[in-house]
């Protein structure tokens, strides 16, 4: 199956700092998901992005299908913005094979 | 618009009982997904629905876990006879049938299930 690595694994920011989150996987996909995980278990969808660029506002992704790889920015962070970073791939619909995420903490 | 809805929310059971969960989907998705996510880990996928159909399950789905969707709508997942390592948080996901951006998948609230 699809292999997909997330780094970094855990992330301590200053509030107000910039961020980047990568995550790399093994095989082809169209399905790319970015979701924030909040406190209570909720995941909340980022971005849907299986090739090009988004933005939305202090948030955007970029994914590189060919190189097999996605990036989160995280610009002018907050506390907030703390929790936990997953990338999911997929592809046709079909089940999503999640990273192991990267926890952020974002200090005031 | 509502979203992915499941209940319980948190389950307390004690080993060997068995329990049921239920996930109504976002009303238009023909898709729903159930995931199973431990502590510090990512979700890993269980099974998957499209309409009443169940198309593919994941060898972690063992023989005492059997899941629903009888009309399409919502779904049930049960476990038999739990164990304690079945603790988890369980995810409901739906999503519309393949095709471009309705490929993204919309979770739940999740049910937290431990099982003493």
């Known amino acids: 199956g699809i292999q997909v690595e997330q780094s970094p694994p855990d992330l301590i920011l200053q509030e107000g700092a910039n961020s980047t989150l990568r995550c790399n996987f093994s095989?082809?996909?169209?399905?790319l998901q970015w979701f924030h995980q909040n406190p209570w278990g909720q995941l909340i969808n980022l971005f849907y992005?299986?090739?090009g660029t988004k933005q939305n506002g202090r948030l955007s992704a970029t994914t590189v299908a060919t190189e097999r790889y996605s990036l989160l920015y995280i610009s002018s962070s907050q506390t907030t913005d703390s929790g936990v970073y997953f990338c999911?791939?997929?592809?046709?619909?079909?089940?999503?094979?999640f990273g192991g995420g990267t926890r952020l903490m974002v200090k005031p | 618009d509502t979203g992915v809805s499941q209940d319980p929310r948190h389950k307390i059971t004690k080993r060997g009982q068995n329990v049921t969960f239920r996930c109504d989907p976002i009303?238009?998705?023909?898709?729903l997904y159930w995931y199973r996510q431990t502590l510090g880990q990512g979700p890993e996928f269980l099974t998957y629905?499209?309409?009443?159909?169940?198309?593919?399950k994941s060898r972690l789905l063992s023989n005492r876990f059997s899941a629903e969707r009888p009309k399409g709508s919502f779904s049930t997942l049960e476990i038999q006879r739990t164990e304690q390592g079945d603790s988890a948080m369980y995810l409901c996901?739906?999503?519309?049938?393949?095709?471009?951006?309705?490929?993204?998948?919309?979770f739940g609230p999740g049910t937290r299930l431990t099982v003493l």
């Open positions: 996901a739906s999503s519309l049938s393949p095709g471009g951006s309705y490929n993204e998948q919309f």
């Open positions: 095989d082809s996909v169209n399905n």
């Open positions: 992005i299986p090739s």
């Open positions: 999911a791939v997929g592809n046709a619909g079909n089940m999503l094979t």
């Open positions: 009303s238009e998705h023909n898709r």
């Open positions: 629905f499209q309409n009443e159909a169940q198309l593919e």
